[in-house]
Nanobody
Framework: QVLLVESGGGLVQSGGSLRLSCAPI????????IGWFRQAPGKASEGVSC????????YYADSVKGRFTISRDKSKNMGYLEMNSLNPEDTAVYYC??????????????????WGQGTQVTVSS
């Protein structure tokens, strides 16, 4: 059973930056895509970004393009989401999720198999 643990969330002022990390705990497949989702209070879950197992493909929601960068370190079995130019609309609980090899659509969270418990990101104005 693979567990995912997110970290790196916190409180930041508008215009600031945070880097989220996603760490698999326990046995993990050698090749899996890592996705990031977020959910703000009273709003539906939103797919933010995904990186394929080979890191050859990355995908971003329009709302974060040019501000967020997804990456992975296969040697450390870690995934990252670098978030810059944060604004209050980015406030949400951020979750990482995995799927074997490729990225399911960001609009289809049901396509992801394993989820972390989430980390809170709060951006103050």
């Amino acid at each position: 059973q693979v567990l995912l643990v997110e970290s790196g969330g916190g409180l930041v002022q508008s215009g600031g930056s945070l880097r989220l990390s996603c760490a698999p705990i326990g046995s993990s497949p050698d090749n899996f895509a890592i996705g990031w989702f977020r959910q703000a209070p009273g709003k539906a879950s939103e797919g933010v970004s995904c990186i394929s197992s080979s890191a050859g493909s990355t995908y971003y929601a329009d709302s974060v393009k040019g501000r967020f960068t997804i990456s992975r370190d296969k040697s450390k079995n870690m995934g990252y989401l670098e978030m810059n130019s944060l604004n209050p609309e980015d406030t949400a609980v951020y979750y990482c999720a995995t799927h074997n090899l490729y990225c399911p659509s960001l609009g289809y969270p049901e396509g992801y198999d394993t989820w972390g418990q989430g980390t809170q990101v709060t951006v103050s104005s």
